[in-house]
């Protein structure tokens, strides 16, 4: 990984569904997953929040809103 590359979303839970062809850990496609380290960091912050899309969308949790630390 560069310093200007995001680390992978990979949760090291690997099975991709048949019925969907997303990961179950990750919710990324097989060309999604393959492409991760050619993508720029702009890219890879766009799939990062379809992930979370899509997990909402699968799981219908949506992720949580990060708190601001108080300086």
């Known amino acids: 990984m560069t310093m200007d590359q995001l680390p992978s979303p990979c ?3 690997c099975q991709i ?3 969907s062809e997303l ?3 990750c919710y ?3 060309s999604e997953i393959a492409s991760w380290r050619s993508m ?3 890219e890879q912050r766009t799939l990062i929040s379809t992930l979370h899309d899509r ?3 699968i799981t219908g949790i949506s992720r949580r809103t990060r708190r601001r630390s108080r300086a």
Do not use: F, L, Y
């Open 55 to 57: 997990q909402t969308e």
């Open 11 to 13: 949760i090291s839970i």
């Open 23 to 25: 990961c179950t850990g």
């Open 28 to 30: 990324r496609t097989r």
């Open 40 to 42: 720029t960091t702009d």
């Open 17 to 19: 569904d048949p019925a």
